[in-house]
């Protein structure tokens, strides 16, 4: 969980992937994806992938970014 605090601490560390909330962070290996939106405060992380499925995470993100805001939105609201 060190991990997951250290992104709650600093939001925007790791990589930018086109945009300023869209992010990669290396660990062990692997990526983790994940969006900041900075109105809810919050750290959307969305998945880990290796280098092969890399690219294919990203467009697929990137496609769907509506997506994964109305989904925060409906988790903070159930809060």
């Given amino acids: ?4 605090q ?4 600093q939001p925007f560390s790791g990589k930018p992937l ?4 869209f992010r990669e962070k290396k ?7 994940f969006l900041v939106y900075e109105e809810h405060k919050s750290v959307f992380l969305i ?18 970014l509506d997506v ?4 925060l939105e409906n988790i903070l609201r159930r809060i």
């Fill in 18 to 21: 086109g945009y300023k909330f």
């Fill in 6 to 9: 250290a992104l709650k601490e």
């Fill in 47 to 64: 998945t880990i992938t290796d280098k092969k499925a890399q690219q294919h995470e990203i467009d697929l993100i990137k496609a769907n």
């Fill in 27 to 33: 660990f062990n290996g692997k990526r983790l994806l």
């Fill in 1 to 4: 969980m060190k991990f997951e």
């Fill in 68 to 71: 994964y805001r109305n989904e």
